[in-house]
């Protein structure tokens, strides 16, 4: 049973950093064709924030956290990680990575991914 397991999240003042991590058990992220990161704040839908193809590392990000976000892989570790730099309170939301297993499409969506985690929370102050 494929599972993935969210961690780091937490409560962090405006400007500061957060680094969330995804572990994925019964198979390795090798096996998947890319890796995404959304998330959800409250009475919001839930919204696309990074993404990294595995084959070839390539990332995506969507606007809002353009040069503030980092989406890594560990292969060694087998690890996904969302490095979050200038944090601000409109960050503040449940964080989910989700494994996509084709890489077909553009990444963006939340119907592209396969497997979800069940999400951690990260919460900013202002």
């Known amino acids: 049973q494929v599972q993935l397991v969210e961690s780091g999240g937490g409560l962090v003042q405006a400007g500061n950093s957060l680094r969330v991590s995804c572990a994925a058990s019964?198979?390795?992220?090798?096996?998947?064709?890319?890796v995404g990161w959304f998330r959800q704040a409250p009475g919001k839908e839930r919204e696309f924030v990074a993404a990294i193809r595995w084959r070839n590392g390539r990332t995506y990000y969507a606007d809002s956290v353009k040069g503030r976000f980092t989406v890594s892989r560990d292969n060694a570790k087998d690890m996904v990680y969302l490095q979050m730099n200038s944090l601000k309170p409109e960050d503040t939301a449940v964080y989910y990575c989700a494994a996509d297993r084709t890489g077909w499409g553009t990444l963006t969506s939340s119907p592209e991914y396969h497997y979800w985690g069940q999400g951690t929370q990260v919460t900013v102050s202002s």
């Open positions: 019964g198979r390795t992220f090798s096996s998947y064709a890319a």
